[in-house]
């Protein structure tokens, strides 16, 4: 079982490494040449700045994921990475239901779990937005994906979402869907604000001794909420695919009252003690400024229990869910420790 556990843990891990390795640019502001060719594509399509929108004219701008769509096809490629199945279904949680999409491997099973949480500021986006991770996570770790919607903001502002995530971790704790995984090997993923809440996740598994995840994988995860005039806002005002004020949109629409930004389930690096519980962690920062690799390189220091978190840099915002095709490629070369 340990051993299982163990190379399950590998597994993750040597995905995130392998993609950074692949996608990403090295330690440098500018993007790389496949993600400048997505950021150019996203513009030609004529979104509007964010910051300028409602939250239900965002929601119908042009996203990464279809800036991709049209690279692909520019590139003769068609079609998303493949898994042995893809099933829509939702979680009921009190009065109102929680789209999730369940990715299963070929194979037979019973297999290891990840539950994966989109990005998108708490207020955009959706599972069609970042169907690309889940997939290459399905293949690259032979294991069954659970990616989980949530309630967004302003309709439903803090602490909605992350209420949501968390039943949605119980039910895939308890298999309430009696799917074909073992909920003893399970994992948590999130990218951005998802991010944010697989650490949230795992910090109310502890608070409630419910079941915690083996591993969490957190993709450039929201650090802090609590301030706007720290280096990495000012270094990164201006910065592609998301600035400082687009942060502060995200902020305005998602939190209920000012002083939830000092809540530690959004603002990890005021989380203190906390963070010591946390599973054997990989955070993937990004490496555009030195000023955000330090707020993960703390956030890293105070996981690092027994040696069990490790810190990715050279991370590009949007660059794991906008880039299927290398990632196809990395999923390959991580099959192996879980076989």
């Not at 996203?42 to 769509?69: C, F, H, M, N, T």
């Not at 994992?187 to 079941?211: C, D, F, P, T, W």
Request: with cysteine.
């Amino acid at each position: 079982m340990m051993k299982s556990i163990s190379r399950f843990g590998v597994a993750l891990f040597s995905m995130t490494l392998l993609l950074n390795l692949q996608l990403l640019a090295q330690q440098s502001a500018k993007p790389d040449a496949q993600m400048k060719a997505v950021l150019d594509e996203l513009a030609a399509l004529g979104g509007k700045p964010i910051e300028e929108l409602s939250p239900e004219e965002a929601r119908k701008q042009p996203s990464p994921a279809d800036a991709v769509l049209q690279v692909l096809r520019k590139q003769g490629r068609n079609g998303p990475e493949a898994v042995g199945d893809v099933d829509n279904a939702s979680v009921t949680l009190g009065d109102h239901k929680i789209p999730i999409r369940i990715y299963t491997p070929k194979g037979k099973g019973p297999f290891p779990v990840i539950l994966y949480i989109h990005g998108g500021g708490w207020v955009i986006a959706d599972l069609n937005s970042y169907d690309a991770s889940p997939r290459a996570l399905c293949n690259a770790a032979n294991a069954m994906v659970i990616s989980t919607h949530y309630r967004q903001a302003p309709e439903a502002r803090f602490p909605a979402a992350h209420d949501d995530v968390w039943g949605v971790y119980q039910w895939v704790v308890k298999n309430e869907g009696k799917r074909n995984y073992d909920s003893k090997k399970l994992a948590i993923v999130g990218e951005s604000a998802g991010g944010n809440m697989a650490a949230a996740v795992s910090m109310m598994a502890k608070e409630h001794s419910v079941q915690m995840p083996l591993y969490q994988v957190l993709v450039y995860p929201v650090a802090d909420l609590s301030k706007r005039d720290t280096p990495s806002y000012q270094e990164n005002a201006g910065a592609r695919p998301l600035s400082k004020a687009m942060m502060a949109w995200f902020g305005m629409h998602t939190l209920a009252k000012p002083e939830d930004a000092r809540n530690p389930h959004l603002s990890l690096l005021l989380a203190g003690d906390a963070l010591k519980a946390m599973p054997p962690t990989t955070i993937a920062g990004t490496a555009a400024k030195r000023s955000i690799a330090a707020q993960y390189h703390t956030i890293a220091l105070r996981t690092r229990a027994l040696g069990r978190t490790r810190l990715v840099r050279a991370v590009r915002i949007g660059a794991i869910s906008t880039a299927p095709v290398p990632i196809a490629a990395a999923s390959r070369l991580v099959r192996a420790p879980l076989e």
